[in-house]
């Protein structure tokens, strides 16, 4: 795979008449199976948890008896500090990520919130989990909420409703910093954002020991799209990506 310092990333691909995992697992294990110690000092970050699943059981079919497995790790997930706790967030870190808030006081914030414009408790907490949707859309994509002063709409009867509700989405997500702040944390997605830039800046100064593969994730999210970036040109790693 890549050498450190190469120029060209290391990318590969799984075509799409195999299964990926299958192909993966056996693939890894041809070459690092020889020495179990090898195989279980690398990682892989994989898109979701049913990936890690896959993967898991992939080795399992591909060994045919025990076998200590590299670390697994579902970088799609939001609530990476506990999912994979020192992985991307070292204990000893000289810059600590605030810790995330809970799930539900979160939507019970932004209900407390949206009900400050009349809504019920039960409307507001509907409009609550869209508005955290929303948020999270836009700190995956890394869109500022500024940007929504930008969208424009032709002045018709019901561009006028979605201008009331646009206005109103708003000030609502002008309102949530403030909230995050007084509560010391901030929201999973943003955590996870924080992470993932931490990471590919900690291992493209000093790469981990073993090996690093990124597989099936295809996700263009610009926090994920730079580890990956930094993975595929460091040493021991590469990006392994479906039917390319």
Do not use: C, Y
Not at 57 to 67: H, I, K, M, P, T
């Amino acid at each position: 795979m890549s050498d450190g310092g190469a120029a060209r990333p290391a990318v590969f691909t799984i075509p799409a008449h195999r299964s990926f995992a299958d192909a993966l697992a056996a693939g890894l294990i041809a070459r690092h199976g020889r020495d179990p110690m090898a195989l279980a000092g690398g990682r892989i970050l994989l898109p979701n948890n049913r990936a890690v699943r896959a993967l898991t059981e992939a080795f399992v079919r591909a060994s045919g008896q025990g076998l200590v497995l590299p670390r697994l790790i579902a970088i799609g997930d939001p609530d990476l500090d506990d999912r994979i706790g020192g992985a991307l967030d070292p204990a000893d870190s000289a810059d600590p990520i605030p810790r995330a808030i809970d799930p539900l006081a979160r939507q019970l914030a932004l209900a407390a919130i949206v009900r400050r414009g009349g809504e019920g408790a039960a409307e507001a907490m509907r409009l609550a989990a869209d508005l955290a949707r929303t948020l999270d859309a836009l700190t995956i994509e890394e869109v500022p909420a500024a940007r929504l002063q930008a969208i424009a709409l032709e002045t018709d009867d019901l561009a006028v409703h979605w201008l009331k509700s646009l206005d109103r989405l708003k000030a609502i997500i002008a309102a949530w910093p403030a909230e995050l702040a007084a509560r010391g944390a901030i929201d999973l997605t943003e955590r996870r954002n924080r992470l993932l830039r931490a990471t590919a800046t900690r291992w493209t100064a000093a790469p981990p020991p073993g090996f690093t593969i990124a597989a099936g994730i295809t996700t263009a999210a610009p926090a994920v799209a730079a580890l990956l970036r930094t993975v595929s040109r460091m040493a021991g790693g590469a990006v392994v990506l479906p039917a390319l």
